[in-house]
């Protein structure tokens, strides 16, 4: 079968760091994404991994382990506009999403 | 506008009726795809297209559910006989292949469109 585990909800204080994470169980494995979702809006692509290690993008870095069928998202110096739902999704051939990780902010 | 483009964004129909949704991918884009999305979840994988050819549907959609992509360009997604649980967003999004040479990398990201939302009284 194919799973994909987040949690679903976390919360953070403006300016700190937090750390999203995935786990994923799934047939095949062709790469790793993360979208962030406004409520009411579309998922917008932040990241994705194939090989193992640490890829960062300004505020946000995503890791993978694909030993271990992990990843997380780091979200850094956070600001309120970070408050969104956080979709962690994988690739075998089709692609497949979590169920999201909701994000709030806290000032 | 070159994006992804979905029509109708809402629409409501009593049960029993039958809806279809269209999408207009980004041009280049060989890949489609079709998924649901209900309030507080992640999108549901309904099903896939490359080109014209229907790679997959989901084993847990209803025989309700067809989609078609007749030329390999727009696609449509109907869903017959709606039922109260049907109400939903229905969300289409393309990409083109993953790929990696001389460099640069395609990482084959999905492209959304702005979704349609459906609402069965």
């Known amino acids: 079968g194919q799973n994909i585990d987040q949690p679903t909800e976390m919360t953070a204080t403006e300016g700190a760091i937090v750390q999203i994470n995935c786990t994923y169980q799934?047939?095949?494995?062709?790469?790793l994404f993360w979208y962030q979702q406004h409520a009411g809006e579309a998922p917008t692509f932040l990241s994705y991994?194939?090989?193992?290690g640490l890829e960062e993008k300004g505020r946000f870095s995503s890791f993978l382990s694909r030993s271990k069928g992990y990843s997380y998202l780091l979200l850094k110096e956070l600001q309120m506009k970070d408050s969104a739902s956080y979709l962690c999704a994988v690739r075998d051939d089709k692609i497949i999403f979590g169920k999201g990780t909701r994000l709030h902010i806290l000032p | 506008d070159t994006g992804v483009s979905q029509d109708p964004r809402h629409k409501i129909t009593k049960r029993g009726q039958n809806v279809t949704f269209r999408c207009d991918p980004i041009?280049?884009?060989?890949?489609l795809y079709w998924y649901r999305q209900t309030l507080g979840q992640g999108p549901e994988f309904l099903t896939y297209?490359?080109?014209?050819?229907?790679?997959?549907k989901s084993r847990l959609l209803s025989d309700r559910f067809s989609a078609e992509r007749p030329k390999g360009s727009f696609s449509t997604l109907e869903i017959q006989r709606t039922e109260q649980g049907d109400s939903a967003m229905y969300l289409c999004?393309?990409?083109?292949?993953?790929?990696?040479?001389?460099?640069?990398?395609?990482?084959?990201?999905?492209?959304f469109g702005e979704g349609s939302r459906l609402t069965v009284l």
């Open positions: 999004a393309s990409s083109s292949p993953p790929r990696a040479s001389g460099g640069l990398v395609n990482t084959g990201e999905l492209f």
């Open positions: 799934t047939s095949g494995f062709n790469g």
């Open positions: 991994n194939v090989l193992d």
């Open positions: 041009s280049e884009h060989n890949r």
């Open positions: 297209f490359q080109n014209e050819a229907q790679l997959e």
